[in-house]
């Protein structure tokens, strides 16, 4: 009887590892990991990158075209770089605009792309040259909550309650 139980442990055994084979290499070719042959690569600068990450999206019109290959910063203007590889059958007008966009409030980022209405299209190596950097969401939340005011308000704001308290009247 224990040999016969040795047998059905390993063959479970197999049948976990067949499993757990076929959920990575799905995840890998859903996730982009490889990527399409002829895409061809152009770039954006924005001046704030946000939680923008290589393998993120980059769509026109909702539709995924392309995916973010890289993100460096660019030293002497300290704007950050975007590589973007786009499907070679989808053709981008010069004077196309590209925005980075949250996926969600807790989501993360990807690059949308709006198509300008130029004739000629980006070649490879090419740049969007109209961009629309990342919003800081919490930091407009935060502002809101908390708005700063100018001048002399927002300094004699911590100041007065410090002023009017009930022990000064003793």
């Known amino acids: 009887m224990a040999l016969r139980e040795q047998w059905a442990e390993t063959a479970m055994g197999v049948v ?31 001046g ?12 026109v019109a909702g539709v995924k075209v392309g995916t973010v ?4 910063l660019e030293p002497k203007t300290f704007l950050a770089v975007a590589k973007l590889s786009i499907d070679p059958t989808v053709k981008l007008p010069t004077d196309s605009t590209a925005k980075i966009t949250s ?5 993360g980022a990807h690059v949308s792309i709006a198509p300008g209405a130029a004739m000629d299209d980006l070649k490879p190596g090419g740049q969007i040259e109209n961009t629309q950097g990342a919003v800081d969401l919490f930091g407009l939340i935060g502002s809101v909550i908390r708005p700063q005011g100018g ?13 009017s308290a009930p022990a000064a009247s003793y």
């Open 69 to 72: 290959s890289q993100i460096t």
């Open 16 to 46: 976990v590892l067949a499993l757990a084979a076929g959920f990575l290499t799905y995840s890998l070719s859903v996730g982009g990991v490889h990527s399409k042959r002829g895409e061809y690569e152009i770039s954006a600068k924005f």
């Open 103 to 107: 996926d969600g409030i807790l989501g």
């Open 151 to 163: 001048g002399s308000d927002a300094a004699a704001a911590p100041a007065a309650p410090a002023a």
């Open 48 to 59: 704030e990158a946000g939680s923008l990450s290589p393998g993120a999206a980059v769509s």
